[in-house]
């Protein structure tokens, strides 16, 4: 949908239109480069001075900020940000992946494809695969033997998806994203390595978006396991074994070590770097760059790291982590001079 109605926007959105409902939103953009024919919103009081000048035919808000907005057609939320996100839904223009079937798609005989589906450019299905009705496969991507993927979830360009590995209905898959590929499994027998087949498989639930260039190792003997409504980043690395719950969400760049498990409603900030064979609770909140080494078993709000600091005192800092042991004993001894001991 390219366009629509502001009061059949309303509607949508359970909101309440104070001013023109014929006005025709054709876009959604910022407070500060939004257009006639656009809606825009505010989320956060603090940006209440830039619907002054704001040039947007309309724009979404919570009650407290309408006495603020006087010469710019309203539709009063209970959440903006959340009003925003189903318009933007509503309103977006992103191409599909890949629309029917391309003349280079190479399909085995033996796959079982649903209806409607649109498999792109030079891409590879290979034989057993199921794919459900609704889906996208985009240009150039690989499908291995005996995979199934849910209806209505799409793949763009380039991504690859092992053998054996299940998808759930209605999810995306960002380009350059490999799922399923080999654990880093090896026994060492007097100082070589040995590999150790990954005979297991990925499995995704429903409703799971999965970022550029992120890998999902498949399991060692059992399998690794993505909840559903899950999100996960661009650049992530998921171990093998690893089972993360329903609705958590994983920031860019997090690596998870093997046999992790990570509860429901998480959240892993960017950057974070998790340790395996442990698990971690629901509702836990690591802040970005956080480095877990041991488990986490009380919802909460969890940090390490150091926040960023000047060079000259980021060398003082280090000198006195450099130095905690031998302050450490120093201390252990002033205490035993003053106890008497």
């Known amino acids: 949908m390219h366009s629509i109605r502001l009061a059949d926007l309303a509607e949508h959105l359970g909101a309440e239109i104070h001013g023109d409902g014929d006005i025709v939103i054709t876009g959604v953009a910022s407070m500060t480069s939004a257009k006639k024919g ?18 947007a035919s309309a724009v979404v808000l ?31 223009t992103t191409p599909s992946p890949a629309r029917d079937i391309a003349p280079t798609a190479v399909i085995a005989e033996s796959a079982t494809l649903g209806q409607n589906v649109s498999i792109g450019a030079n891409a590879v299905i290979e034989s057993g695969v199921v794919l459900g009705d609704n889906v996208v496969i985009g240009a150039g991507c690989f499908i291995g033997k005996n995979a199934r993927i849910g209806s209505g979830t799409r793949l763009w360009a380039n991504v690859t998806i092992y053998h054996e590995v299940v998808i759930g209905s209605g999810g995306l898959v960002q380009s350059g994203t490999v799922i399923g590929a080999d654990g880093f499994g090896y026994a060492n027998e007097r100082g070589n390595w040995i590999k150790i087949p990954q005979l297991g498989t990925v499995r995704i639930g429903d409703n799971v978006e999965i970022g550029a260039c992120t890998t999902i190792d498949r399991g060692a003997l059992d399998d690794t396991i993505i909840g559903n409504g899950v999100i996960i980043d661009n650049q992530c690395q998921i171990a093998h074994n690893v089972i993360i719950g329903d609705n958590t969400a994983v920031a860019g760049g997090v690596i998870m070590a093997g046999s992790l498990t990570i509860g429901k409603y998480c959240q892993i900030g960017g950057a974070s770097v998790i340790n395996g064979h442990m698990e971690i609770c629901d509702k836990a909140v690591v802040t970005g760059m956080g480095m877990v080494m041991r488990p986490i078993t009380e919802p909460g709000i969890y940090s390490s790291g150091i926040p960023l600091q000047s060079n000259k005192e980021w060398r003082k800092t280090a000198a006195l982590v450099l130095n905690i042991n031998d302050m450490s004993k120093r201390l252990k001894a002033v205490e035993r001079k003053v106890d008497g001991k």
């Not at 209970?78 to 189903?86: D, E, G, H, M, V």
């Open 38 to 55: 656009q809606i825009t919103f505010l989320s956060n009081s603090r940006y209440q001075e830039q619907l002054l000048t704001c040039e």
């Open 62 to 92: 919570s009650e407290e900020n309408l006495p603020f907005c006087s010469h710019l057609t309203a539709l009063v939320v209970k959440n903006p940000y959340l009003s925003y996100a189903r318009m933007a839904q509503l309103l977006d």
